[in-house]
Antibody, heavy 119, light 111 residues
């Protein structure tokens, strides 16, 4: 079965950096695009970034473009999110999710990893 | 800045029917926005329910249905069960540099 396990969350000071990972199993990782979505405490979902199956294209929310970088290592079945210049408003649970296509997005989700931005 | 709007909260009685909607600040929602719907219960990750307006995943209960209604995407729950109490989010596809936008979510209370 599809399994997505995020890691790398933690406490970081404003202006700092953090790299999140998402280990994928149960499907052919190299055949599917992947997303990052976040949820601030007590708030709704916010789509963050998407990378195509082969890493050829990346897309970002306006709120993170230029600060965050999505990437993947298909040999390791792992998705990444490099987060730089972190702000208090970036504090959230970060989820990775599997894309399917044909109008079907974010089909499977991990359990999330919490990023706290605080001095 | 594209905004996707949902009802902040709705209440329904067990066994009743309720419709949640999803509107776009850019105008009428059409099938080309490929509306997706998600359910999230407290402390859990979201779960996909509906994709491409009206298609159900294999795990989606039959009482959930998706449609387009009056220029909005809609999620209808018929014969609501207590376990349907949750937050529901829609997701629309816009293409471009920021292809996907979530709605603000609807908190559904079953009372």
């Amino acid at each position: 079965q599809v399994q997505l396990v995020e890691s790398g969350g933690g406490v970081v000071q404003p202006g700092g950096s953090l790299r999140l990972s998402c280990a994928a199993s149960g499907f052919t990782f190299s055949s599917y695009g992947m997303h990052w979505v976040r949820q601030a405490p007590g708030k709704g979902l916010e789509w963050v970034a998407y990378i195509r199956f082969d890493g050829s294209n990346e897309y970002y929310a306006d709120s993170v473009r230029g600060r965050f970088t999505i990437s993947r290592d298909n040999s390791k079945n792992t998705l990444y999110l490099q987060m730089n210049s972190l702000r208090p408003e970036d504090m959230a649970v970060y989820y990775c999710a599997k894309h399917y296509g044909s109008g079907s997005y974010l089909v499977y989700w991990g359990q999330g990893t919490l990023v706290t931005v605080s001095s | 800045q594209t905004v996707v709007t949902q009802e902040p909260s709705l209440t329904v009685s067990p066994g009743g029917t309720v419709t949640l909607t999803c509107a776009s600040s850019t105008g009428a929602v059409t099938s080309g926005y490929y509306p997706n719907w998600f359910q999230q219960k407290p402390g859990q990750a979201p779960r996909a329910l509906i994709y491409s307006t009206s298609n159900k995943h294999s795990w989606t209960p039959a009482r959930f249905s998706g449609s387009l209604l009056g220029g909005k995407a809609a999620l209808t729950l018929s014969g609501v069960q207590p376990e349907d109490e949750a937050e529901y989010y829609c997701l629309l596809y816009y293409g471009g540099a920021q292809p996907w936008v979530f709605g603000g979510g609807t908190k559904l209370t079953v009372l």
